[in-house]
């Protein structure tokens, strides 16, 4: 009987063992990894794809943005940030503006192919536009796109967004 209860005190204090190893263990296994924590990066960029009527104005400008019939748009994937974004931050800056008086460009804002946002740029305005979507459940890679929804008449100008240099622009993802 006593070799039994030795076996048994045994594997009792091996479960117990094991539970406390994986009680232990847990907390590493919930730690963030760099790829699962909230993410920032530039948006509008450098590398990505810009439909407008001239594309890269020069080395802070992309557009000249006016007609939705020729796709003006600014596409960018992202591999990292969070596993699955549950928010969302864009901050465009409008740094050339040269739309006629009454006329607008009407843009949405969509991540991977789920409309997040809206927003627009209208005559005489430049600087930053934020705008912030909640309730999301979007997982990575993230294909951010903003792209415009409407034709300014011919004649009734356009407008530019920063891509680079010292204009705050970006898309975070958040968990």
């Known amino acids: 009987m006593r070799g039994k209860r030795t076996r048994l005190a045994g594997l009792g204090a091996l479960c117990v063992l094991t539970v406390g190893l994986l009680a232990f263990a847990a907390p590493a296994v919930a730690n963030e990894s760099p790829s699962s924590v909230d993410a920032t990066f530039a948006f509008p960029s450098a590398t990505s794809q810009v439909v407008g009527s001239t594309g890269f104005v020069n080395d802070t400008e992309a557009g000249y943005f006016w007609s939705a ?28 503006n040269v739309l006629s008086s009454g006329n607008e460009v009407d843009w949405v804002w969509e991540i991977n192919g789920v409309q997040v946002g809206v927003f627009k740029v209208k005559a005489g305005f430049t600087g930053a536009i934020r705008k ?44």
């Open 132 to 175: 912030v979507a909640t309730g999301l459940n979007i997982s990575r890679p993230f294909t951010v796109k903003i792209r415009v929804t409407n034709e300014v008449p011919g004649g009734g100008g356009s407008h530019t967004l920063a891509y680079a240099g010292s204009f705050p622009h970006f898309v975070k993802l958040l968990k």
């Open 69 to 96: 019939a020729r796709g003006d748009s600014v596409t960018e994937t992202f591999a990292g940030g969070p596993q699955t974004a549950h928010k969302a931050i864009l901050k465009v800056d409008v740094v050339t």
